[in-house]
């Protein structure tokens, strides 16, 4: 039976699409939904393209973004998702949605986390003046890019620091590290090590 993984996005989609690419369809993972907080937008027609379902669930079509969470709940659980993928999604998520789903939401964070959790995290880096940033993969808890961390990508600055170079270089890793995230839970090769709850093993690392 296929794992079945829920995509949600708010833009450009990019990091969907590296998952279609390279995920969906094969070695038993289907992508099954794509939600988007923003109508609209490139992911969603990424999402079609690959004959995946697409949904809009904005913020300001329900009374509350409780009310928000709990519609693109239980339009993930109709479609018995596995994992819940969060590429690119800029909201917050409420609790109540993180518990229902406890354990199988992951996302991807441009820094080396605990460094640059939020918004802007590569502005961040780069104000603070740091010499290695990276990008992360982790298990969403309740706090701000907090949760258990899968998969970390480091990389070292150039002192010339062009913005845009640097986008495509996190990019880049994203593209990579997101799907083989997805691909490592699907298998079954990530879990929790005994009596850490923090640390998480995953492949073929802690052989
Ligand atoms: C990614 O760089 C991700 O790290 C950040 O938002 C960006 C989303 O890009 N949180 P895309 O929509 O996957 O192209």
Redesign the pocket.
Known sequence: MAFRVGVL??????????ILDSQHGREGVEVVGVASSRAG???LERARAAGVDAEVFERAGYPDREARDAALGNWLDDRDVDLVV?????EILGGPFIRRFEGRIV????SLLPAFPGLR??EQALDYGVQVMG?TIHFVDEGVDSGPVILQEPFELPYARDIEAI?RR??EI?HRLLPQAVALIASGAVSLAPGNPRVVRSGDRDR
């Open positions: 996005i708010s833009g450009e989609g990019s990091n969907l699409q590296a937008v490139r992911g969060l590429a690119g999604f800029m996302n991807v964070h441009p995290a590569i990008v986008e996190v990019h994203e």
